[in-house]
C-alpha cells in the first residue's frame, strides 16, 4: 500500500470520526437544549429555544427523559426571582410550585413512557402525550397567575410566548 493510498484512507476515516463525533455532540445539545429550552424551554427556563417548561420532544416518537426534578425546580426557581423580580414571599410560593410541578411533569412523564412501552408510538398517542404535559403546564400557570402581580405575569407570559414562536421556527 502506498503511502498517499494510507493517507486518504486515514483521512477517510478521520472525517467518519469527526462526523460521528459532530452527531453525538449534537444530539447530546439537542437533549439538553429540550429540557432547557428557550426563554421558558423545556422544563428549565431560560436558556435555548424549546417549549414551555419541561416538555419533553415526543416528535420522534420516544419521549426523552427530563431531569432530577429538584434541580429543574431550583433554575426555574432562581430564574424567575431574576427575570421577573420576586419579593421574598414570591419566590417561596414560586419554588414550591416549581418543585410540585417538577415532580408531576416526572410522574407524567414516566406513565408516558409505561404507556408507549416499546413499541413505536402512534401519531394519536404522541398528540395525547403532548395534551396531556400542555394541560399540566397550563395548570401551573393559573397557579402562577394567582402568585404574580398582574405586571409579572404579563411579562411571564411574553416570555413564554417569545419561547413557543421561537419552537416553531
Known amino acids: 500500500m502506498t503511502l498517499k493510498l494510507m493517507t486518504n484512507m486515514m483521512m477517510k476515516h478521520a472525517r467518519k470520526i469527526a462526523l460521528s463525533t459532530i452527531l453525538v455532540m449534537s444530539c447530546i445539545l439537542s437533549s439538553y437544549a429540550q429540557y432547557y429550552g428557550g426563554g421558558f424551554g423545556g422544563g428549565g427556563f431560560g436558556r435555548g429555544n424549546n417549549s414551555a417548561f419541561n416538555n419533553p420532544s415526543f416528535d420522534n416518537g420516544k419521549p426523552k427523559p427530563p431531569p432530577d426534578p429538584d434541580e429543574v425546580a431550583k433554575e426555574e426557581t432562581r430564574i424567575m426571582v431574576k427575570k421577573f423580580k420576586l419579593n421574598e414571599e414570591q419566590e417561596i410560593l414560586v419554588s414550591s410550585l416549581n418543585e410540585d410541578y417538577a415532580y408531576q411533569r416526572k410522574d407524567l ?24 404535559m400542555e394541560a399540566l403546564e397550563a395548570k401551573k400557570d393559573k397557579e402562577l397567575e394567582k402568585i404574580f402581580t398582574p405586571e409579572q405575569f404579563k411579562a411571564y407570559q411574553e416570555v413564554k410566548a417569545k419561547a413557543q414562536k421561537g419552537k416553531k421556527k
Open 109 to 132: 412523564y414516566e406513565l408516558i413512557k409505561r404507556e408507549f412501552g416499546s413499541t413505536q408510538p402512534t401519531p394519536a398517542q404522541i398528540a395525547n402525550a403532548k395534551e396531556k
